[in-house]
């Protein structure tokens, strides 16, 4: 707002307008404490438009709106660039006084357009997306979303006369997650509201492997039994191959392959090991893995999740592979073995450590008895103490007199 006081205490008001090409534009003179002064209102070129309620100014899109000893309120319809500029309020005392007011005329955006550098993108290539906003004023704002998410692009401005273009680069490395996701170009400006445009991307990426066993449903697979494993692969475009093999090894002849089906019908232990399912298309050739481990019939342990081992091909597949479940099945088997042979173990030692305890217990016992020496022979029979010593004297005297030599 802008406002002016008179020597005699009146108060010349006014304020800028910003107005949209082509929409109307509103210009108000107002006077506090006026004393029926006459105002008038000039254009940029100082060319009188209305004298109080008179409008000199041949030109029709310059409408009276209100008249008044305390206002002049003219509208001009049909705004173009050209009717920018300075209006001029003029209030007829002595000296006159005036005060002017600014229309600042905004041009929206004439075009909003996407370019794209490739129509069909690979995954992991970097693509580059240019989005121009033709003829505006002033200079445009331009943002990129991919989705809801901002991303930051690089723009330059040229300026044509009045007029501004702005371009704005966007560096995209794209993913398969990309594909069918739209790149959003929006423009910030005074002039307009929403304005914006999009293109969806197309990405090529390589198959997606993934293997699921129908039988055994849950449960070991164990000798005897069945085992049908399924592999499904999604791409773009559509995976046209896809095979069964066996790793580090030829595939058992009694192993029968029906397109994505794998069936063994009857299990036994040299079926052990590592069982693939690759696919591939025009981008490039995945593939996932299934580790089968066959029990005995009389195994009741069940892991995690059995046998199940899905590798990603990359690391930049970890999303895709199910990596976690399938390794937590894996280590699960693992360690009801370990259990087991554990187990078995402390068994045969704690039965040798009792073996051992029989044995040294028979032996000690063998060896136990009474010992007797030969001194005071045939005192066992005396009737007194003296009796058996004088026996025992005896004994020994006997002793030596029966002893014979023989030469």
């Not at 402390?346 to 051992?356: G, N, P, R």
């Amino acid at each position: 707002m802008r406002s002016k006081t008179t020597c005699d205490g009146q108060n010349l008001v006014t304020e800028d307008v910003t107005v949209v090409e082509g929409d109307v534009a509103t210009i108000s003179c107002r006077v506090k404490n006026s004393d029926d002064s006459v105002i008038q209102l000039l254009n940029p070129n100082r060319q009188t438009i209305y004298f109080r309620d008179f409008r000199p100014l041949k030109d029709s899109r310059f409408q009276l709106v209100n008249f008044s000893n305390s206002e002049l309120r003219v509208s001009l319809t049909n705004v173009s660039i050209s009717d920018e500029g300075r209006y001029f309020c003029q209030l007829y005392t002595d000296p006159p006084q005036e005060i002017y007011t600014t229309i600042t005329v905004l041009v929206p955006p004439r075009n909003l357009v996407i370019d794209i550098q490739k129509e069909i993108a690979v995954e992991g290539e970097e693509i580059e997306l240019n989005c121009t906003a033709m003829a505006s004023r002033p200079a445009t704002t331009i943002r990129w979303f991919k989705g809801n998410k901002e991303l930051t692009g690089k723009s330059e401005v040229e300026q044509w006369s009045d007029m501004y273009t702005v371009t704005s680069q966007l560096l995209l490395k794209v993913g398969r997650e990309d594909d069918g996701v739209p790149v959003i170009c929006l423009v910030d400006h005074p002039a307009v509201k929403d304005l914006q445009t999009q293109r969806y991307l197309e990405v090529m990426y390589k198959p997606q492997v993934r293997v699921s066993q129908n039988y055994p449903v849950q449960g070991l697979t164990r000798e005897g039994e069945p085992l049908e494993l399924t592999c499904a692969a999604f791409g773009k475009p559509q995976p046209t191959d896809m095979r069964w093999l066996r790793v580090d090894d030829e595939m058992p002849q009694h192993v029968v392959v029906s397109g994505s089906n794998l069936l063994i019908s009857n299990l036994n232990k040299t079926d052990n090991g590592t069982y693939r399912c690759e696919a591939s298309n025009a981008v490039g050739k995945s593939h996932a893995d299934y580790m089968l481990f066959v029990y005995d019939t009389t195994a009741t342990t069940e892991p995690a999740v059995h046998g199940f081992t899905q590798l990603p091909n990359s690391a930049e597949e970890l999303d895709y592979g199910d990596l976690s479940d399938s390794r937590a099945g894996e280590e699960g088997a693992i360690r009801s073995v370990d259990h087991a042979v554990v187990g078995g173990v402390v068994a045969v030692v704690v039965f040798a450590m009792l073996c051992l305890l029989i044995i040294l217990g028979r032996y000690f016992a063998r060896h136990k008895g009474t010992y007797f020496t030969h001194e005071a022979k045939g005192a066992d029979d005396a009737a007194d103490a003296d009796t058996a010593i004088i026996n025992a004297e005896g004994g020994q005297n006997n002793s030596e007199e029966k002893k014979e030599y023989f030469i």
